[in-house]
């Protein structure tokens, strides 16, 4: 199996569990990605420095009229969104996909990746909604009766909440037969390893469960499948490894990895930087830049550029070595050294990963200019990084492969529960579900924590503290909707001390009381809109809950 030393599923210094959330953890602000776990981020600072993820702030400018979620910190993360901002300001094709297991209720945690699916469709990308229930069957052991029932609720709340279904795909896991045979393809480029590293699965595991992991992965790449474009994955940060783990299968189903390079050697990043500086350097000493040759190149980072003699130069003939922990500059130089009297001219390589004999032979055919075919790359010395990146698609494409660009995700922040603590769907007063009578909803705001102070007095003289109060979250995830100025007058009346909390979540309890009013009502009227699915709400499928979870 071809593996990428550039992959992102580097797993060594991320802290994974495996299911249920019983390991302990070393310390309070130890930060973990478990999609199956109880995921409490205590500290989003982490998410960036530790996972990579990058913060979302720094490209809200780039994103055409960008949603409330994004405009006020809810969505602080992202992985190489800026393609899919692109795409949007261009009016070129883009699509965002999420999925939803069926295992209760969906509540206003879900809402947010609801209105984040219905957001991107309607700044023109293609929109996926997708039932996990075959994930929900596995990794949580829930029944086909109960699942039905659930998925039959996420989808209305999804409709209700304005995805439009004669523009957008709603499918089931279990009953879409492309994706799953899409999950079997993507299921040869990984191995038990992986799994073990990313999801601390182990002996024990189910083998359903591991179905369903590349179940998501398809899911994951389901929206290129037609023809590969920028896709969103809008999702919690417990979802990151998912995220990770599909871009690195979408880099091995290619058909060719395009690197640059200067010689028969292939070079790391870094390495790269050493060796054109050097490159550069030797061309301004020799009239024809073809006399460059490796060992030159050699001698000038080793001994720098007096040293060159293009007449006598020196002959290495052991084979060299470097050393674990060498900095570039070595690495380079052994690179260079045991290449010897090899030409050093830069180029750009088709490096064939899992082509087909038909399409090297006809990328070969199809690099245009002086070019040299390997066994198993072939160097191209006229085409620029960009035309070569663009020609291995193509002919990918042509050859029937999926040509995978790899996906882009956003991160939403854990809502707080109203409770104080996490927000989980098995503490009902921790959460408000969509489905909740309107009247339960006012009532669980009513008695809801807040950042309040003990004394209505001393809340006058400090202020609340907004940013710790479950109630001011309501208003700026949910309730104010898209009305920013509204949203900052609760913040700015709260931590000025003129608001206090007895009136504010009064204020509060009667919007969600309305929102619940409004959108279960606009349910009933998604039930018809339900009943044109390519896909049956009751599955006839059997089954008891499989072991292990
Ligand atoms: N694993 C997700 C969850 O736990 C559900 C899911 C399945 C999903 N396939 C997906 C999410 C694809 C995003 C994209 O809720
Ligand atoms: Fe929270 Fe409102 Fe009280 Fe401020 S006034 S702490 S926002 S409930």
Redesign the pocket.
């Known amino acids: 199996m071809t593996r990428d030393t550039d992959s992102e599923t580097d797993v060594q210094d991320e802290e994974m569990r495996t299911d249920g959330g019983e390991t302990d953890t070393a310390g309070a602000d130890n930060v973990q990605l478990d ?1 199956w776990g109880s995921s409490t981020v205590s500290d989003y600072r982490k998410l960036f420095e530790e996972f990579g993820i990058e913060e979302f702030d720094e490209l809200l400018d780039e994103v055409p009229n960008p949603h409330y979620l994004m405009r006020r910190g809810v969505i602080f993360g992202h992985r190489d969104y800026r393609p899919v901002a692109e795409a949007m300001r261009d009016g070129d094709d883009f699509a965002v ?5 069926p295992t209760g209720d969906p509540h206003i945690g879900h809402k947010l990746v609801f209105d984040e699916i219905i957001w991107h469709q309607q700044q023109g990308g293609d929109a996926y909604g ?1 039932i ?1 229930d075959l ?1 929900a069957h596995s990794a949580r052991g829930l029944t086909w009766d109960e699942i039905d029932e659930h998925a039959r609720d996420y989808l209305l709340s999804l409709v209700a909440l304005g995805f439009d279904v004669d523009d957008g795909t709603l499918y089931r896991q279990s009953q879409n037969r492309e994706l799953q045979d899409l999950a079997f393809e993507l299921g040869g480029k990984a191995n038990f390893s992986e799994f073990q590293a990313i999801y601390g699965f182990d002996g024990e595991t189910n083998v359903s469960h591991m179905q369903s992991v590349v179940t ?1 992965m398809a ?2 790449l389901y929206p290129q499948v037609e023809k590969p474009k920028p896709t969103v ?1 809008p ?1 919690g940060p417990d ?1 990151d490894p ?1 995220v990770r783990f599909a871009r690195d299968l979408a880099t091995r189903m290619r058909f060719f990895k395009v690197t640059e390079a200067y010689a028969s050697f292939e070079l790391d990043t870094a390495e790269r930087l050493v060796v054109a500086d050097a490159y550069d350097q030797l061309c301004e000493l020799v009239d024809d830049d073809h006399d460059v040759r490796c060992v030159d190149a050699a001698v000038l980072l080793e001994s720098g550029t007096d040293a060159v003699d293009f007449e006598d130069r020196p002959r290495y003939d052991d084979t060299f070595g470097a050393a674990a922990d060498a900095t570039p500059t070595a690495r380079a130089i052994v690179k260079l050294k045991n290449a010897g009297m090899e030409p050093l001219r830069p180029r750009t390589r088709f490096l064939d990963r899992n082509a087909t004999e038909g399409a090297f032979d006809a990328l070969v055919e199809a690099v245009e200019g002086e070019k040299r075919v390997f066994d198993e790359h072939v160097d191209a010395f006229d085409l620029s990084r960009a035309e070569a990146d663009e020609l291995a698609r193509e002919i990918e494409l042509d050859n029937d492969g999926y040509g995978f660009i790899p996906p882009s995700s956003i991160y939403h922040r854990f809502m707080t529960g109203l409770t104080g603590g996490k927000m989980s769907s098995s503490v009902p007063a921790s959460h408000i579900s969509l489905l909740d009578d309107p009247e339960d909803g006012y009532d669980k705001v009513k008695s809801a924590t807040t950042g309040g102070r003990s004394t209505a007095e001393e809340q006058r003289e400090l202020g609340g503290e907004a940013d710790k109060c479950p109630v001011y979250e309501l208003y700026a995830y949910l309730l104010s909707g898209d009305d920013d100025e509204f949203a900052k007058k609760v913040y700015d009346e709260c931590v000025g001390g003129e608001r206090l909390c007895g009136g504010c979540k009064e204020q509060a309890a009667e919007l969600m009381q309305e929102f619940l009013e409004d959108h279960q009502e606009k349910r009933e009227e998604a039930e018809e809109l339900l009943e044109n699915l390519d896909f049956s709400l009751e599955s006839d499928r059997r089954g008891v809950a499989p072991n292990g979870e």
């Not at 996909?97 to 297991?101: H, R």
């Open positions: 999609p996909l999420s999925g939803f297991m997708l996990a994930e998501q899911d994951i994955i999702v979802q998912h």
